[in-house]
C-alpha cells in the first residue's frame, strides 16, 4: 500500500479462538454495541483509521457489522495476535499500528493519547508500550513499521518458534512507560466469570453464555 509511511493505523485484534469465554469476544455487548466496535471508536475518537484483525472463520460475521475493506483477515501461519500484527504490516508495511485486543474494554483514551504522545517526542524506537509491576503490556502499544519489519524478518526466516508477543518483541527497541491511571485500563476478560466479576450486570448480553 502507498503513502502509508509515518502514518499511525489503529488496529483492533478479533481473531483470537475466545476458548476461555466460549464465544466470539468481539461480539459481546456493551449498552447493545459489540466489543469490537467499542474499541474501533476508541481508536478512531484519535483520529486513527482503524482496522479489525480476525481470523478466516469470522469473516462473514464481522463483514455483517463493519465495512470489508477495514477487515484483516490472517495471512501468516503463527497463532494468537501475531497473526493479526504481521497481517495487518504485510497490507500497510509502511505504517505504524496502534493496537488494542478487543476485550480490554476498560481501557480510557488519555492512555492511549499518551502512547501517541511518546512517539511523537522520541522517534525511531520499534515499539512504544507500557509496562506495569515489571511486565509489559505488548497489546496496547504502538509498533512502527521498523519494529514490525524485524518481526516479519524473524517468521519468514522460521525464528519465531514461540509466537508470544513478549517474547517475540524482546529484542526490539522498545519505549515503556509506566502504567500509571486507571487500574483497570489492562484489564483483560477472557471468561464469563470475568465479566460477572468486574462489571455491573448490565454490561454484558447474558444470552451470549
Not at 514490525?148 to 509466537?163: C, G, P, V
Not at 524482546?170 to 485500563?185: H, T
Not at 477472557?190 to 451470549?208: E, M, S
Request: proline share 5%; net charge neutral.
Amino acid at each position: 500500500m502507498n503513502n502509508t509511511a509515518n502514518i499511525l493505523l489503529g488496529l483492533v485484534l478479533c481473531g483470537g479462538k475466545s476458548s476461555r469465554m466460549g464465544t466470539d469476544k468481539g461480539q459481546l455487548r456493551k449498552d447493545g454495541r459489540p466489543w469490537s466496535i467499542h474499541m474501533a471508536d476508541r481508536l478512531e475518537s484519535l483520529g486513527l483509521k482503524t482496522y479489525l484483525s480476525i481470523n478466516p472463520l469470522q469473516q462473514e460475521a464481522y463483514g455483517q457489522i463493519f465495512p470489508s475493506e477495514s477487515l484483516v483477515i490472517d495471512q501468516v501461519d503463527v497463532e494468537g495476535p501475531l497473526a493479526g500484527l504481521l497481517s495487518t504490516h504485510q497490507l500497510f508495511p509502511e505504517a505504524d499500528i496502534l493496537v488494542l485486543p478487543c476485550d480490554m474494554i476498560d481501557v480510557e483514551t488519555p492512555l492511549l493519547q499518551r502512547l501517541m504522545d511518546i512517539r511523537r517526542q522520541i522517534v525511531q524506537a520499534d515499539v512504544y508500550l507500557f509496562e506495569k509491576e515489571e511486565q509489559v503490556e505488548p497489546l496496547c502499544a504502538i509498533y512502527t513499521a521498523s519494529g514490525l519489519q524485524k518481526l516479519s524478518i524473524e517468521y519468514k526466516n522460521a525464528r519465531l518458534t514461540n509466537f508470544s508477543v513478549r517474547r517475540a518483541i524482546k529484542n526490539l527497541c522498545a519505549v515503556k512507560l509506566p502504567a500509571a491511571g486507571n487500574r483497570k485500563d489492562f484489564r483483560n476478560y477472557n471468561t464469563p466469570a470475568h465479566v460477572r466479576k468486574w462489571q455491573k450486570t448490565d454490561f454484558f448480553d447474558p444470552t451470549l453464555f
